[in-house]
């Protein structure tokens, strides 16, 4: 399995940006994917998640309301749109794979590289 996240930038508190997960390498039918996040100094922590073969969607209080999660069964891709960033947002996000739904990010099997987000004031 390969995860390959993308799209990560720099951003004024109050925009937007998309990140993609371009996955690859097995089927994804019965597997949940993952955002992921993590700053410096702190533990991975979980962002949001949903199960490829499916509409559940799975959010940390944290960013709801103003993050989405989709995938593109089609393209095999898997995209978070962030609206109304705020510079606590700022972290290397990554994109993780599992057989079964968890928010510990010790869980997960596959990941892909981080790609970097940064929010200024």
């Known amino acids: 399995v390969q995860l390959q996240a993308s799209g990560g930038g720099s951003v004024q508190a109050g925009g937007s940006l998309r990140l993609s997960c371009a996955a690859s390498?097995?089927?994804?039918?019965?597997?949940?994917m993952a955002w992921f996040r993590q700053a410096p100094g702190t533990e991975r922590e979980f962002v949001a998640a949903?199960?490829?073969?499916?509409?559940?969607?799975y959010y940390a209080d944290s960013v709801k309301g103003r993050f989405t999660i989709s995938r593109d069964i089609a393209k095999n891709t898997m995209a978070l749109q962030m609206n109304s960033l705020k510079v606590e947002d700022t972290a290397t996000y990554y994109c993780?794979?599992?057989?079964?739904?968890?928010?510990?990010?010790?869980?997960?099997?596959?990941w892909g590289q981080g790609t970097q987000v940064t929010v200024s004031s």
């Open positions: 993780a794979a599992n057989a079964r739904y968890s928010r510990d990010y010790r869980s997960y099997d596959y």
């Open positions: 390498g097995r089927t994804f039918s019965y597997y949940y």
């Open positions: 949903l199960i490829w073969s499916g509409s559940s969607t």
